[in-house]
């Protein structure tokens, strides 16, 4: 960046799927950023892109992006199991990262990826978008100003439908690639809010099913959760309920109740009986929603890491932050897997 009158941070997004686009847009929204650069291992995809954007170099592999001197961040879109590789390598090279849920197939590659950043003094990012709407946002400070009195349940129901056709890209359909399946690749957006919003969770029971015979990841997970303030939570996740219907987390106390109302790229907050709190457009982009082309959520997120980046401080989701989920999504599993509540360790409990 040196030599530079202006400061403006240089982005290669590697992974140029529809997320790709929705990062390049947010990307673009930012005084103080600029694309760069774009890589995907289908070139065309990262042509497609590139055409969008005046000056978005396109780079034949991850090495040739990262050795630029013309790339000074990277955002990674990519099948789960490229998390860790794609992302140790664009911190070793001394590029800024932020990268979309989750953090890495696991807690072991997630703190190493956490460690590997403090070491290289480089800004670690995780996009959970659904955290920095404004419904959201507004949910969190009447809570904390106690607006709902003392909460007893947090209800979370993702009834979500992904076809065979969804499953087609086949690393989301392989246990080794993706990590899992409903929980660790649409639950995870909820569970990371019920984090956000209530506290770090102490323990937890799980039961997961594949209900399609084609599938190999979960497409039914049902859970129960212990917050460390004691407050339980009752989780019912699937990508196999046809009509799909709304995501909901609802958060029940006494005197009041609020519901975050998650609708294909609509975030809206009820508290009570009242009309809803705010309407954010946040697009949820995946293949079932290729229409989709922005997303409120993850202009913020970019634009606080961009932020970050100058301040010289951490983004507001950090690499810590997202190992949160990271240790509650391995715990659900072992509990799936041993059939007994489970202890959730790491960063819950710092
Ligand atoms: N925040 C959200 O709401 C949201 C929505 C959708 C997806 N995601 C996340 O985005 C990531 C990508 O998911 P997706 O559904 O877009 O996947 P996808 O399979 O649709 O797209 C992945 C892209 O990566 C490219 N790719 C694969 N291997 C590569 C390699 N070795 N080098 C370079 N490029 C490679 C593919 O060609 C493809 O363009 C995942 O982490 C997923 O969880 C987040």
């Not at 929705?22 to 950023?33: E, K, N, T």
């Not at 990262?46 to 991850?62: F, P």
């Not at 992006?65 to 911190?91: E, G, M, N, R, T």
């Not at 979370?156 to 399946?181: F, L, Q, S, T």
Request: glycine share 8%; with cysteine.
């Amino acid at each position: 960046m040196e030599g530079r009158t202006i400061k403006q941070i240089r982005f290669g997004v590697v992974g140029c799927s529809p997320i790709g686009f929705v990062h390049a847009d947010a990307i673009d929204q930012i005084s103080d950023a600029a694309l760069s650069g774009v890589m995907d291992a289908d070139y065309s995809r990262a042509e497609l892109l590139s055409n969008n954007y005046t000056g978005a170099n396109v780079y034949k592999d991850l090495q040739e992006l990262l050795q630029s001197p013309d790339i000074d961040a990277v955002s990674l879109c990519l099948p789960h199991h490229l998390h860790y590789d794609f992302c140790k390598a664009a911190i070793e090279a001394g590029k800024h990262v932020l990268i979309e849920k989750p953090l890495a197939l696991n807690v072991a590659q997630g703190e190493a990826l956490v460690e590997a950043a403090r070491k290289a003094d480089v800004r670690l990012g995780v996009v959970f978008q659904n955290r920095v709407v404004p419904a959201v946002q507004q949910l969190k400070e009447l809570l904390q100003a106690n607006a709902l009195g003392d909460i007893h349940l947090v209800d979370i129901r993702v009834k979500w439908y992904r076809d065979r056709e969804y499953y087609k890209a086949a690393w989301r359909a392989d246990p080794d690639k993706a990590g899992g399946g409903v929980l660790v690749t649409q639950a995870i957006h909820f569970l990371d809010l019920a984090l956000y919003l209530i506290d770090a969770v102490k323990e937890v029971f799980c039961a997961v099913s594949t209900i399609r015979p084609w599938l190999q990841v979960e497409d039914l997970a049902l859970g129960q959760l212990r917050f460390n303030n004691g407050i339980m939570g009752n989780m019912v996740c699937s990508t196999a309920i046809n009509p799909e219907e709304p995501a909901i987390l609802e958060i029940h106390g006494s005197p009041g109740s609020a519901r975050i109302q998650e609708n294909r790229g609509l975030v809206t907050f009820h508290l009570g009986n009242q009309q809803p709190y705010a309407d954010a457009p946040n697009a949820h982009q995946d293949a079932s929603v290729p229409s989709l082309v922005s997303s409120e959520g993850h202009s913020i997120v970019f634009k606080d890491f961009v932020a970050s980046i100058l301040e010289k401080r951490n983004p507001v989701i950090d690499g810590r932050e997202a190992l949160k989920t990271l240790y509650l999504i391995e715990s659900l599993y072992r509990s799936s897997k041993k059939g007994q509540w489970i202890e959730v360790g790491g960063v819950q409990k710092r």
